[in-house]
């Protein structure tokens, strides 16, 4: 009986033995073969959850996902788009999603509350702009002195608006707003005559503007005041191979820039699927051109902290390095 059991004993280190030599033979990185023909090294799969809301700034991640990009790379990303700005600051905040699309005033509102959260780089230009009433009579940014305008707080959407009229030389004491939260109705006053400006995103600024709207703060002028900006969270940052899967991710999203920049018009349909564009402004949006991922403006992420504090809305000032985190593409 003690021999028989000896000799259990050591068939199970053989077999474990066998197990390990095995294994470390099956560790190294298998070959695969990308959906457009390219052998790459498969990686440690890695998830990624991004919020967004419905705006052409993350189209290049959606470009990426199109073309199976991401999945060419092992990561399952996905991506929630919100109805508002709240539930996907909620979402956020109860570590739902990993990462979000915004503007820069949403970052630093997280930190500010115990959610600290990093840009990773910037998605587009500015994510609103200023459009008069049709019949307003208003045709540029300084005939707003003392003007109440369509708006929400504390949003990007006013910190572009203080910044434009102060830019424009209007005094801090004669910069009006009328707080207007749904964006939707606050479009609908402006068509009624209820108001005679407004701060809209693009979408509904194009919309406004085939209603007779005059534009008073463009794509290409409100572009060097503020920026959107992909942001993760801390806990997502901090975590195991979070370094590997954003330099693949990044990359694979650059990708995804390079082939919106050569055809933009070829994602049309994409962009509306996923943007769920107004058909009023279906075929006529205009498609931008993206910037390749890099860090935000050092110089417009300060800009609005300073202003969060000038306003109130933050006590403790936040730096730079607070607020960005630079990603290493050599490390995918």
């Known amino acids: 009986m003690k021999q028989k059991a000896l000799r259990m004993a050591a068939l199970v280190v053989a077999l474990v033995l066998a197990a390990t030599m095995l294994g470390g033979c099956g560790s190294k990185t298998p070959d695969t073969t990308g959906s457009n023909g390219s052998t790459t090294k498969t990686q440690t799969p890695a998830t990624i959850k991004i919020g967004t809301l419905q705006t052409d700034d993350i189209l290049a991640v959606w470009v990426a996902l199109d073309k199976g990009l991401m999945k060419d790379q092992n990561l399952d990303v996905q991506v929630t788009t919100f109805q508002s700005a709240q539930e996907q600051i909620a979402a956020m905040t109860a570590g739902k999603i990993d990462a979000m699309m915004t503007d820069m005033v949403v970052p630093v509102q997280l930190n500010a509350s115990g959610t600290p959260v990093k840009a990773v780089t910037a998605c587009q230009t500015a994510p609103a702009g200023i459009i008069a009433g049709k019949g307003s009579g208003i045709t540029q940014v300084s005939q707003l002195a003392g003007i109440p305008t369509g708006c929400s707080s504390p949003t990007a959407m006013e910190y ?45 600024f194009s919309m406004a503007q085939q209603q007779g709207g005059t534009p008073l703060l463009d794509q290409k002028q409100a572009a060097p005041l503020t920026s959107t900006v992909l942001v993760f969270s801390q806990k997502f940052l901090d975590g195991d191979g979070a370094d ?30 996923e943007a769920k564009l107004p058909a009023a402004v279906a075929s006529t949006y205009p498609m931008r051109q993206y910037p390749q991922a890099a860090l935000p403006d050092q110089t417009q992420f300060e800009s609005v902290v300073s202003w969060m504090q000038e306003k109130g809305y933050i006590k403790a000032s936040q730096s730079y390095q607070d607020l960005t985190y630079k990603v290493d593409l050599s490390a995918q």
């Not at 572009?160 to 006053?189: C, F, H, S, W």
């Not at 009624?192 to 407004?198: D, H």
């Not at 693949?248 to 994602?267: E, G, H, M, T």
């Open 160 to 204: 572009i608006y203080d910044t434009a009229l102060k830019n424009a030389g209007v005094a801090a004491n004669q910069i009006k707003t009328t707080e207007i939260k749904k964006i939707p109705v606050r479009m609908q006053m402006l068509g009624a005559g209820q108001l005679k400006a407004a701060v809209l995103p693009w979408t509904l």
């Open 244 to 273: 590997s899967a954003l330099a693949r991710f990044l990359a694979q999203y650059n990708k995804a820039v390079d082939a919106i920049n050569a055809a933009p018009d070829s994602f049309r349909d994409l962009l509306i699927k």
